[in-house]
């Protein structure tokens, strides 16, 4: 049986969702700001709710409240955007995770490749 696509989807193997957590919704929103103004992410979403998160640091378990942040950016500025999390970040090891994204709209897809175009000089 032949797949059918619609017409607006695209394919897809540049774009990233990238999964980050910090411990107080300021320190989120001060990462957030920072890497939309310097391209590095195209978008970046709050989730406002706190994450209850468990894991294992130091030999011990440990439990947090965690604001996850979802960026959504290119594979050519993951690294510059990881470096930008890691310098702002309070954690010793800031979760940074990264997901390829494999279809979506066309346009959302334009519009996020041209938003963390680096600008020419």
Known sequence: MKRVRRADMKRDNQGRIVLVTCSTLM???????????????????????????????NGKLERAREYLLVMKTAAKRLSELEREVKRLHSYD???????KLTEGSASYLEWLSSSVAKPRK
Do not use: D, M, Q
């Open 27 to 57: 320190e989120a929103r001060r990462i957030a700001r920072t890497v939309v103004s310097k391209r590095l992410a195209a978008c970046v979403n709050i989730i406002l709710s706190p994450a209850e998160s468990f894991y294992t640091w």
């Open 93 to 99: 090891v800031p979760e940074f995770i990264a997901l």
